[in-house]
């Protein structure tokens, strides 16, 4: 089994950073790739960004190219997501998500274990 705890969250205003952390923990031997997900009252969850095992490979939604940037520190099994210039429109929960694997996917069905998610509140 594996733990995912995020941290980071909080009230931000227009135009201004936070970084979230996911620290894994438990059976985390083994390659996997990292994501982020994100979802604001009354829509779906959402794909923000991912990262494959060694950090080569990233994916980010259309939406924050440019403001957002993942990475991972594998001697520690944490992820961080990095965001700049946000936007009220990020305002959401975002979760950290583990997939068991090599591949990079986006789907939030193909992901094995999930945090319990962080608020990210961006006032205009």
């Known amino acids: 089994q594996v733990q995912l705890v995020e941290s980071g969250g909080g009230l931000v205003q227009t135009g201004g950073s936070l970084r979230l952390s996911c620290a894994a923990s438990?059976?985390?031997?083994?390659?996997?790739?990292m994501g982020w997900f994100r979802q604001a009252p009354g829509k779906e969850r959402e794909s923000v960004s991912a990262?494959?095992?060694?950090?080569?490979?990233?994916y980010y939604r259309d939406s924050v190219k440019g403001r957002f940037t993942i990475s991972r520190d594998n001697a520690k099994n944490t992820v961080y997501l990095q965001m700049n210039s946000l936007k009220p429109e990020d305002t959401a929960v975002y979760y950290c998500?583990?997939?068991?694997?090599?591949?990079?996917?986006?789907?939030?069905?193909?992901?094995?274990?999930w945090g319990q998610g962080t608020q990210v509140t961006v006032s205009s």
């Open positions: 438990g059976r985390t031997f083994g390659s996997y790739v």
């Open positions: 998500a583990l997939r068991l694997g090599t591949v990079l996917r986006t789907e939030s069905r193909m992901y094995n274990y």
């Open positions: 990262i494959s095992w060694g950090g080569s490979s990233t």
